[in-house]
């Protein structure tokens, strides 16, 4: 699914973007460019971001 229309940005990316570290919208502003024309995708990126980090640390619970 796409989450920023502006740069072609998909929920995809951003999960491997978590992989790699992005804690925060902004980190995916500066990885993405998420959020960084009209912005209407911020409430969005924030909403997948939040579920990827979970997936992250169920993943990481189940590890240990």
Known sequence: MYVCVCNGITDKE??????????????????????????????CARDVLNSALGDLAARIGHAA
């Open 14 to 43: 951003i999960h491997s973007a978590v992989e790699d570290g992005a804690t925060h919208v902004d980190d995916l502003a500066t990885e993405l460019g998420v959020a960084t024309c009209c912005g209407e995708c911020r409430n």
